[in-house]
Every structure is written in structure tokens, then in C-alpha cells.
């Protein structure tokens, strides 16, 4: 069964520090991978998404890496700010299916 | 995304009631989907639509049915409401294939 694991849970960090969220899956075969951000009370959206060619890819003040030799992806939030307290969400898709995986996510919370 | 909107956006139902949930996009997208949310768990697909005379079932489709009426709209129904069915629902949309799939604001439903 394809899953995806994420870590930490939670996190709580301190407004303009920076903090790395870390995803693995088992997802296969593979075909891409996204990061999504759900604010409280709202639906997902969508980050950053990468391919298996691809190692990373920036956002703003976020990026996402990607190994998947070793099927892990992790998420680098550079300078964080208020607005950043969210869940974000690791998504895999494998190449067969059309069919989402989705992490449980973790929950960030940033204080001033 | 106010492209997709859901109604109610959240709803008090006693077990045994028939509930329904309606989703609406402008997006123009043919392919359309339904998903619970529960706390530490991730997003879990109920029914997809790829078009208007196309219906499957996810993984949890077990107490759900659904309705496409039309491209823009795709209703979720809950046949005879039970508190394990207490939980957060999200309508997404995708363009041609499930590159990325666009959330809206979701329906918080509590059955007593």
C-alpha cells in the first residue's frame, strides 16, 4: 500500500527562524511529489511540486528537495513569519494511478 | 480558492438524517473529487468524477454516494448520517490529468 510519513508531527518556531519539515514515502512507481499548505479553516494549496528528475525547487521563501533514490523530500521554510503557521501536507502521486497519497502533515506554528 | 466553493460550510446533522454536500467550480475542470480529513490522518479520497458521465469509488466510499449534475457540480451525500462520519470534507478539482488539484474551503460536519 502506498503511504507517506511525516515528521515532526507539530513544530512551534520562533518568527524568523528557519525550520525544515522532512516526508517519506513509499509511493511506487513514482511520478511526482507536492507540498501543499492548509491555513486553518481552508483547503490545501499547492506549494511546490516536483518530478523524480528533479532535486529541488523553491517558492518564495520555500523549498521543497527531493531524493528519491531514498524516497524522501523535505520542506526548508527560510525566515518564517506569522503567516506561515499552517499545516503542510506532502502529496505523492505514483505513475499508474491517478489516485493522491497524503501525508497527515505537520503543523507549523510561528510566535512573535 | 474561491473557484471552488462548498456548501454548507459546516453542519450539524443527528445520525440517520440524509445529508447532503454541494460543490460548485468555475474553473472549468472536468474531473472532480471528494475527501474526509480527520485529525492525524491524511486527506482520504471518498468518489472522483473525471467527467460528468464518469463515477468511481475511492478507498472510503462505504456510507457516501454522489452526484455530478453537471461539469461545475459534483453533490456528496451522506444516505443515513453516523458520528464516525464526523469529520472535515473537501471538494477538489483537476485540469486533464492530477497535476495539481485545487481545494475548496471545506464543510466541517458533526453527527451526533
Known amino acids: 500500500k502506498n503511504q507517506v510519513e511525516q515528521s515532526p508531527q507539530s513544530l512551534i518556531i520562533l518568527e524568523g527562524k528557519n525550520c525544515t519539515l522532512q516526508c517519506n514515502y513509499t509511493v511506487s512507481p513514482f511520478s511526482n511529489l507536492r507540498w501543499y499548505k492548509q491555513d486553518t479553516g481552508r483547503g490545501p494549496v499547492s506549494l511546490t511540486i516536483m518530478t523524480f528528475s528533479e532535486n529541488t525547487k523553491s517558492n518564495g521563501r520555500y523549498t521543497a528537495t527531493l531524493d528519491a533514490d531514498t524516497k524522501q523530500s523535505s520542506l526548508h521554510i527560510t525566515a518564517s513569519q506569522l503567516s506561515d503557521s499552517a499545516s503542510y501536507i506532502c502529496v505523492v502521486s505514483a505513475d499508474n494511478d491517478y489516485k493522491l497519497s497524503f501525508g497527515a502533515g505537520t503543523t507549523v506554528t510561528v510566535r512573535a | 480558492d474561491a473557484d471552488v466553493t462548498q456548501t454548507p460550510r459546516n453542519r450539524i446533522t443527528k445520525t440517520g438524517k440524509r445529508i447532503m454536500l454541494e460543490c460548485s467550480q468555475t474553473?472549468?475542470?472536468?474531473?472532480m473529487y471528494w475527501y474526509r480529513q480527520d485529525p492525524g490522518l491524511g486527506l482520504r479520497l471518498i468518489y472522483y468524477?473525471?467527467?460528468?458521465?464518469?463515477?468511481n469509488k475511492g478507498e472510503i466510499s462505504d456510507g457516501y454516494s454522489v452526484s455530478r449534475q453537471a461539469q461545475a457540480k459534483f453533490s456528496l451525500s451522506l444516505e443515513s448520517a453516523i458520528p464516525n462520519q464526523t469529520a472535515l470534507y473537501f471538494c477538489a478539482t483537476s485540469d486533464w490529468g492530477v497535476e495539481t488539484q485545487y481545494f475548496g474551503p471545506g464543510t466541517r460536519l458533526l453527527v451526533l
Open positions: 474553473k472549468g475542470h472536468d474531473r
Open positions: 468524477s473525471f467527467d460528468v458521465k464518469d463515477i
